[in-house]
């Protein structure tokens, strides 16, 4: 039996150190087993429409679900592109997104470093009404946004009164503009603009700098995880939108990748095999961006919520 008299300062016992190190391991192993578990029901589904993809139509529907499978198929790739002009849709999805990115990242910017950094009499009065609109579901606002687009003055064919014409419908502006500046993308980056010092501010204003140089110059490349991140979630909303272009364009040569894909559902049938080809393709250009700006994405979601 140990004395202890003898049992020095600072040194353990042998017998707490292996239970604790016991249940470190165990609570380790339950851990990674429930998010191994997770991880796999997640997977499964994007695993079973890559596999949809490639399988012949009999096959496809099989019981019990062949979860592995050697008679592959190419044709359902070849039917996708051939049924619609799918690279007409993946390059009007593109111009759509990308444009919306551009204008999102610079007046959310513009925007965010207002709210942050310029001390005006309204400046949280106008902040919490932009945090109220967060709040209001899109569809709320849909008809009256399809009213205004309808009755811009001096647009597709509208007298200065705003009648006569289209307005900005059937057009791409009208799928750009309402989305250029919003207001998610004006909350993040005040909340990054916010971790941002303002000894530098001050110092070029002393120096004669305008506001706008001091923003162009000196903050906003400092906020390149930020605007990563921004870029990401506003490519992938403007690359997946649906409901919006459906309402605003009605030209076919105008329509994006996912409006194609209903070109796959017909007279209350689904063709799988092409729907679930086009759709694998739809998402590359969104797996690519994230592969490529990952790093600032990671830095930007971890920087942008420290302050409020």
């Given at each position: 039996m140990t004395n202890p008299e003898t049992i020095k300062p600072g040194v353990r016992t042998r017998g707490p150190q292996i239970g604790v190190s016991t249940q470190n391991r165990i609570a380790?192993?339950?851990?990674?087993?429930?998010?191994?578990?997770?991880?796999?029901?997640?997977?499964?589904?994007?695993?079973?429409?890559?596999?949809?993809?490639?399988?012949?139509?009999?096959?496809?529907?099989t019981l019990p679900i062949k979860w592995f499978t050697t008679n592959l198929t190419f044709e359902h790739y070849y039917n996708a592109f051939t049924t619609v002009p799918f690279g007409l849709y993946f390059w009007n999805s593109f111009i759509l997104a990308a444009a919306g990115v551009l204008c999102n990242l610079f007046f959310g910017s513009l925007s965010g470093y207002a709210f942050a950094k310029l001390k005006f009499r309204m400046n949280q009065p106008f902040f919490r009404i932009l945090l109220v609109s967060m709040m209001v579901p899109g569809i709320v606002t849909m008809i009256p946004s399809v009213y205004v687009l309808r009755h811009i003055p001096l647009a597709g064919g509208n007298d200065l009164f705003g009648s006569g014409g289209y307005g900005l419908m059937n057009s791409f502006w009208g799928i750009i503009l309402p989305g250029a500046s919003g207001t998610f993308a004006v909350f993040f980056m005040r909340q990054f603009f916010l971790t941002l010092p303002n000894d530098m501010m001050e110092m070029a204003r002393i120096e004669g700098c305008g506001e706008f140089k001091i923003f162009w110059r000196i903050y906003l490349p400092l906020t390149k995880p930020a605007l990563a991140t921004l870029g990401i979630f506003t490519f992938q909303a403007g690359w997946n939108g649906f409901l919006w272009p459906m309402i605003v364009l009605n030209d076919p040569a105008k329509a994006t990748i996912q409006m194609g894909l209903q070109a796959f559902s017909y007279n209350y049938q689904t063709d799988y095999g092409p729907m679930m080809a086009g759709a694998l393709v739809a998402i590359l250009p969104i797996l690519v961006l994230f592969l490529l700006l990952q790093r600032y994405f990671i830095q930007g979601i971890a920087f942008s919520g420290i302050k409020g």
């Open positions: 380790n192993v339950l851990f990674y087993t429930v998010g191994g578990i997770i991880a796999v029901i997640m997977f499964l589904p994007f695993y079973w429409s890559v596999l949809t993809s490639f399988k012949h139509d009999e096959d496809m529907f």
